[in-house]
């Protein structure tokens, strides 16, 4: 895998331009897009999205209480599994490019920010490879995690460390390991297919005053996820869930919460330009934009 690396992040370019790699062949557009609202008007075309792997999709103002206790049963319910498979299914396009803005911190502290290039191809058969590399700071330049997505609930992960010039790769244990002592989880940045949980329509909710459907996912196979289950606020137009909250194990409250700030349809395909997930606990938040 080291050779894999050298070859995606090897540090050619002046750290403003992306790398460009056969593994994962991609086009950048770094077009600036500015709109607080979901917006329709952009052509067909390729997807270039504008935040860390299509997989992370969240909320703008949240401001309805649903009480997911009510969807303790951990079995799936027809609407909910439709709903589920709706929103994997959602057309995203076949590979995406995004130079991505991190900024970490609390609201009112002093907060770091990082600039990384993310990069996703669609391999066929179920299987998706997702690169991300860092640009700046100079403390984290060159690191790089690659995510291979296989069909089912397997998936590989590797982090590359420039100041020890080696690879390492992540545990499937470390689900709940903090990706560069951000707010995501190495699990959140890896695929996660319908039949790995039940799913649960609890009912009808409201993000600001957006009318969204909620759906509760509980893992088959708890040892599979860090989180006991999510619930999430889907957005019917575009099926973006605009909200997820996230309950670790043992805990009535979310701990993590997830919520797009910018959704808008770029060459035909809805995509989350800004998303922040948020720790309940500590106060701490990471912003992609």
Not at 107 to 119: A, D, F, I, V
Not at 249 to 270: E, M, T
Request: include cysteine.
């Amino acid at each position: 895998m080291r050779s894999l690396f050298n070859f995606c992040l090897n540090s050619e370019g002046d750290g403003n331009r992306p790398i460009h790699a056969n593994v994962l062949p991609v086009i950048i557009n770094e077009r600036h897009i500015d709109s607080r609202q979901i917006n329709s008007n952009d052509t067909p075309g390729r997807r270039q999205q504008v935040t860390l792997f299509g997989l992370i999709c969240l909320l703008v103002l949240s401001l309805v209480c649903i009480d997911t206790a009510q969807a303790a049963s951990p079995h799936s319910n027809k609407k909910g599994l439709e709903l589920a498979r709706l929103v994997y299914d959602r057309p995203d396009g076949n590979d995406s490019a995004a130079r991505v803005t991190m900024t970490l911190g609390e609201k009112g502290k002093n907060q770091r920010e990082r600039l990384l290039y993310s990069y996703a191809k669609e391999k066929g058969a179920g299987e998706r490879w997702t690169l991300m590399r860092f640009i700046t700071p100079a403390d984290i330049r060159g690191t790089g995690l690659l995510t291979k997505d296989h069909p089912g609930d397997e998936s590989d992960q590797w982090l590359y460390l420039p100041a020890l010039d080696r690879v390492r790769r992540i545990a499937s244990s470390r689900k709940g390991g903090r990706f560069v002592g951000s707010d995501f989880f190495y699990g959140d940045l890896r695929d996660r297919e319908v039949d790995m949980d039940h799913h649960r329509f609890i009912g009808e909710g409201k993000v600001g005053k957006i009318a969204c459907d909620v759906v509760v996912s509980t893992p088959v196979d708890r040892s599979n996820s860090a989180y006991s289950k999510r619930a999430r606020w889907i957005h019917r137009k575009t099926l973006i869930p605009l909200r997820v909250d996230f309950y670790e194990k043992g805990r009535k409250k979310p701990s993590k919460r997830l919520r797009a700030r910018k959704i808008k349809k770029i060459q035909g395909y809805w995509t989350v330009l800004e998303s922040t997930m948020y720790d309940l606990k500590s106060g701490h938040r990471t912003s992609l934009r």
